[in-house]
């Protein structure tokens, strides 16, 4: 892969950031990274492990002259970010970010980008339930979808070089509206990490009562809503406060599930619990046969995970 930006700022150096600095380095995308951290604590941690060519103390440094600059920040906090780095932005360089939500993104970020400064959303659906500047790796988004969610005007150039920048990180790229995005995220990503949460809620609730046997016994399923439930809480909280209606929508939706499956089994109705269990299991096969997770009984995250 050769560079497609000469400068890449990455505001934010948590598990996102810190991965795309690694994916950069591994395929020679950039000739220089900078980065920033809104922490002290973070930019001497990023400082130490040699995460970026150049840790700045502000922001406006850090994107002064990029060609791209990636907000790498919780959603809540985008707004504030893009106010700030306005007026230092390089004419014709593109602004994208990370967000697990989009339309919320575009509304309070896109009214502070610039005139001639290239505004495109994206989000990669990878991650892990780590967060910081040390959790990163440069495998992250191989072979994992990055969506691109181009704004009214957004310019065909810079979209066709924002999409060889993430396929040069490893990543399948696609676009999509902005309002799609967020309600099938709200399927595949919120709502099951806020199904996660509260089982997890349940369950240490239920630890009371039966003191350390919900921790020892979890592997037999609740293990891996724990690791859902492990991630980070300032990210989470801003995703539901900004993709309400999605969120709200899927989780009605999943109600009305639950219920008719409590209802299969008060009256033993093990018919409809099968077909039930069988068309869900088909949904898994098809995830396998994508390639975005193995069947290994360990679900292809090894030992070290």
Same mark, same amino acid.
């Given at each position: 892969?050769?560079?497609?930006? !000469?400068?890449?700022?990455?505001?934010? *150096?948590?598990?996102?950031?810190?991965?795309?600095?690694?994916?950069?380095?591994?395929?020679?995308?950039?000739?220089?990274?900078?980065?920033?951290?809104?922490?002290?604590?973070?930019?001497?941690?990023?400082?130490?492990?040699?995460?970026?060519?150049?840790?700045?103390?502000?922001?406006?440094?850090?994107?002064?002259?990029? !060609?791209?600059?990636?907000?790498?920040?919780?959603?809540?906090?985008?707004?504030?970010?893009?106010? !700030?780095?306005?007026?230092?932005?390089?004419?014709?360089?593109?602004?994208?970010?990370? &967000?697990?939500?989009?339309?919320?993104? /575009?509304? @309070?970020?896109?009214?502070?980008?610039?005139?001639?400064?290239?505004?495109?959303?994206?989000?990669?659906?990878? &991650?892990?339930?780590?967060?910081?500047?040390? @959790? &990163? +790796?440069?495998?992250?988004?191989?072979? #994992?979808? @990055?969506? *691109?969610?181009?704004?009214?005007?957004?310019?065909?150039?810079?979209?066709?070089?924002?999409?060889?920048?993430?396929?040069?990180?490893?990543?399948?790229?696609?676009?999509?509206?902005?309002?799609?995005?967020?309600?099938?995220?709200?399927?595949?990503?919120?709502?099951?990490?806020?199904?996660?949460?509260?089982?997890?809620?349940?369950?240490?609730?239920?630890?009371?009562?039966?003191?350390?046997?919900? /921790?020892?016994?979890?592997?037999?399923?609740?293990?891996?809503?724990?690791? /859902?439930?492990?991630?980070?809480?300032?990210?989470?909280?801003?995703?539901?406060?900004?993709?309400?209606?999605?969120?709200?929508?899927?989780?009605?939706?999943?109600?009305?599930?639950? +219920?008719?499956?409590? #209802?299969?089994?008060?009256? &033993?109705?093990?018919?409809?619990?099968?077909?039930?269990?069988?068309?869900?299991?088909? /949904?898994?096969?098809?995830?396998?046969?994508?390639?975005?997770?193995?069947?290994?009984?360990?679900?292809?995250?090894?030992?070290?995970?």
């Amino acid at each position: 892969m050769s560079q497609i930006y !000469d400068r890449v700022a990455l505001i934010g *150096l948590g598990l996102i950031a810190s991965s795309m600095y690694w994916a950069i380095k591994r395929a020679g995308l950039a000739n220089e990274v900078t980065g920033f951290a809104r922490s002290t604590a973070t930019r001497e941690t990023a400082r130490r492990i040699g995460l970026c060519d150049r840790v700045c103390d502000t922001a406006q440094e850090a994107v002064q002259g990029a !060609d791209l600059v990636v907000l790498c920040v919780p959603v809540g906090a985008m707004a504030a970010v893009a106010k !700030d780095i306005a007026p230092v932005l390089k004419p014709g360089a593109t602004v994208s970010d990370v &967000g697990s939500v989009k339309r919320h993104v /575009i509304k @309070s970020v896109a009214p502070h980008i610039p005139e001639g400064v290239h505004f495109i959303p994206a989000h990669p659906l990878a &991650g892990t339930e780590h967060s910081g500047p040390e @959790s &990163g +790796f440069a495998e992250l988004f191989d072979n #994992r979808w @990055s969506l *691109l969610v181009p704004v009214d005007g957004s310019d065909p150039d810079a979209i066709a070089r924002l999409r060889a920048f993430w396929e040069g990180l490893g990543s399948n790229v696609d676009e999509m509206d902005a309002d799609h995005h967020d309600l099938v995220l709200a399927v595949t990503s919120h709502a099951p990490h806020l199904i996660a949460y509260t089982m997890v809620g349940v369950a240490d609730d239920l630890r009371r009562v039966t003191d350390s046997e919900v /921790i020892k016994y979890s592997a037999a399923g609740f293990r891996d809503f724990t690791r /859902i439930a492990a991630s980070d809480p300032t990210m989470w909280r801003d995703v539901f406060l900004t993709n309400k209606d999605a969120t709200l929508e899927i989780l009605g939706r999943f109600t009305e599930e639950l +219920f008719a499956l409590q #209802r299969a089994i008060r009256t &033993g109705d093990g018919e409809q619990l099968f077909d039930y269990f069988t068309r869900t299991r088909a /949904i898994r096969r098809g995830i396998i046969d994508a390639g975005q997770d193995t069947d290994a009984p360990d679900f292809g995250r090894g030992k070290a995970s």
